[in-house]
């Protein structure tokens, strides 16, 4: 598995940034994919998910602001931020674990198991 984001930098408050993920996972295994974020000196949290059929979970901190996309046909996980804030500095991850049935793919089951290296996200006045 290789899952692998770009799309970070600096963006001032109220801006937005899309933030992707290219993913290279086994074709004949479902998965549940997510994004984590971990701001300096707090611990790594999970704010969306995106099951195998597209259903979305967020935090309530986020929710409508940072809607989770992918593109199976491209292999691709995005991540579109809307009205940035200071404290949505921090390092994105995407992640993904395999979909076994009756598993749950939502931010409150954050038991992933493959990651991608990160991205930072600045966001300052």
């Known amino acids: 598995a290789q899952l692998v984001e770009s799309g970070g930098g600096s963006v001032r408050i109220g801006g937005s940034l899309r933030v992707s993920c290219a993913f290279r996972?086994?074709?004949?295994?479902?998965?549940?994919m997510g994004w984590f974020r971990q701001a300096p000196g707090k611990v790594r949290d999970a704010f969306a998910t995106?099951?195998?059929?597209?259903?979305?979970c967020y935090t309530d901190s986020v929710q409508g602001s940072f809607p989770v996309y992918k593109d199976g046909a491209e292999n691709t996980l995005s991540l579109e931020m809307e009205h940035l804030a200071a404290d949505d500095s921090a390092i994105y991850y995407c992640?993904?674990?395999?979909?076994?049935?009756?598993?749950?793919?939502?931010?409150?089951?954050?038991?992933?198991?493959?990651w991608g290296q990160g991205t930072q996200v600045t966001v300052s006045s």
């Open positions: 992640a993904a674990k395999r979909r076994y049935l009756g598993m749950k793919c939502a931010v409150s089951a954050p038991n992933f198991e493959y």
């Open positions: 996972l086994n074709a004949y295994i479902p998965y549940c």
């Open positions: 995106i099951d195998l059929d597209g259903t979305t």
